[in-house]
C-alpha cells in the first residue's frame, strides 16, 4: 500500500464499512458500535499505522472539537484540580480545552470571550464567578452550549454542575454547634459572588435550624477571598467581638489569613479560636494544625460539566437542562476544638 493509510484502507482490512470504522474509532461515539467490531477496527488501524485526521473529522462534522473554558483566576488552588478533569473528560472525546483566565476582572473577560468565539468553539464551560449575567448572556446569545462549573445562577435553563454548598455549610455548622460554639463568624468574599452568596445565605439559615442567636452570627464580606482581606478582617471581629469561639472561612485561602490573624491576636488554634476552611484544597492537611475543611470534588466538578457539555455538543437543545449538585463532606482535622470556657 502506497502512501497514508486512509479510513477506507482500516475498513477494507476489517471488513467493515467506511463508516463503521469511522464511528468505530471515533471517542465521541464509543459504546454505539459493538465491541467486537470495534476492536476489529482498532487492530486493522494499529496494523496498517492508521492515525485519524482530526481537522478533517471536524471539518465533515462541521465542529472545530475546540471547548472554550473560562475560569476566573486560576491562582485559587480551587481552580486547576476543575481544569484538569474537564480537559481530561474533553481529550478523551478527541476536544481540546482552550482556558481564559479572567483574573476576575470583567473588561478582560470580555475581551478573553471574543477571542474564543472568534476560534469557533463547539461549546463553553464557565466557571466565572460574578452574578451580573453578561457573560452568560454574551454566550448563550450566539446559541453556543454553555455549562455553568462551581456556581449557580438559579436559571433552571441553563444546565450547570457545582458542589452541595448548603449541605456543606450545614456540616460545618453542625460541627462547631456540636463543639459548643455560640459566637460564630463567616467571613466570605463580595455578595456579587455567586458561591459566595449561596453559602451566606446557608450560613444564616443553618443557624436558624440549629437554634443559635442570630445576634451572635457574624457575617463579613471581604474585598476578595483571598489571605490578606481574610486576615484584616479577622483581626477587627477578633478586636471587636471578642466572644467569637469559631471562624467558618469562605474558602481555604481565607482560613489560612485566619490562622495568621488568630496568631496576631494571641488568639491560639483551636484553644482558644476554631478554624473551618472550604474546598480541602491541596495541603491543607499539613497545615499546623492540621486545617478542618469542608472537601467539594474538584476534579469531578470538572469531568462532569465536560460529560454535560460534550452531550449538549451532541445532542443540541434536545435535553432538558440538568442542575448537577456534587457531594461535599466534612473533614475534620485539627483547627477546631471544643469551645473554650
Known amino acids: 500500500m502506497a502512501g497514508r493509510p486512509t479510513i477506507r484502507d482500516v475498513a477494507e482490512l476489517a471488513g467493515v464499512h467506511p463508516g463503521t470504522a469511522s464511528r468505530a474509532l471515533d471517542p465521541r461515539r464509543e459504546g454505539r458500535i459493538s465491541a467486537p467490531t470495534a476492536e476489529r477496527v482498532r487492530s486493522a488501524a494499529r496494523r496498517l499505522g492508521y492515525v485519524p485526521d ?6 465533515r462534522a462541521r465542529r472545530s472539537a475546540v471547548a472554550g473554558v473560562i475560569v476566573p483566576d486560576l491562582s485559587n488552588p480551587v481552580f486547576p484540580p476543575i481544569v484538569q478533569g474537564i480537559e481530561d473528560t474533553l481529550a478523551e472525546a478527541g476536544y481540546v480545552a482552550l482556558v481564559a483566565n479572567t483574573g476576575n476582572d470583567l473588561g478582560r473577560e470580555r475581551d478573553r470571550i471574543a477571542a ?4 469557533r468553539c463547539d461549546g463553553y464551560i464557565v466557571a466565572s464567578a460574578t452574578l451580573d449575567g453578561t457573560t452568560i448572556g454574551r454566550l ?5 452550549p454553555v455549562i455553568l462549573v462551581n456556581r449557580e445562577t438559579g436559571d433552571p435553563s441553563l444546565p450547570s454542575v457545582s458542589s452541595d454548598d448548603r449541605a456543606g455549610i450545614w456540616a460545618a455548622m453542625q460541627h462547631l454547634n456540636d463543639l459548643g460554639h455560640r459566637v460564630i463568624a463567616h467571613l466570605t468574599g463580595p455578595p456579587n459572588l455567586s458561591v459566595v452568596r449561596t453559602r451566606a445565605e446557608a450560613f444564616r439559615s443553618s443557624a436558624d435550624r440549629l437554634g443559635l442567636d442570630a445576634e451572635l452570627m457574624i457575617l463579613r464580606h471581604c474585598p476578595t477571598l483571598g489571605v490578606s482581606d481574610a486576615k484584616d478582617a479577622a483581626l477587627a471581629v477578633l478586636a471587636e467581638i471578642p466572644a467569637t469561639t469559631a471562624i467558618l472561612a469562605g474558602n481555604d485561602l481565607m482560613a489560612l489569613g485566619c490562622y495568621a490573624a488568630a496568631q496576631q491576636a494571641g488568639r491560639p488554634c483551636p484553644d482558644s479560636i476554631s478554624i473551618v476552611g472550604y474546598n480541602d484544597m491541596p495541603f491543607v492537611e499539613w497545615w499546623r494544625p492540621a486545617l ?13 460539566a465536560a460529560r454535560l457539555l460534550l452531550e449538549q455538543i451532541d445532542n443540541g437543545a434536545d435535553r432538558p437542562a440538568q442542575q448537577i449538585l ?11 476544638g471544643p469551645c473554650p470556657q
Open 326 to 336: 456534587m457531594p461535599t463532606s466534612l473533614t475534620v482535622r485539627s483547627s477546631t
Open 54 to 59: 482530526p481537522v478533517a473529522r471536524t471539518l
Open 116 to 119: 474564543l468565539q472568534a476560534r
Open 292 to 304: 478542618t475543611t469542608v472537601r467539594i470534588p474538584q476534579y469531578d466538578l470538572g469531568r462532569e
Open 140 to 144: 448563550t446569545s450566539a446559541a453556543d
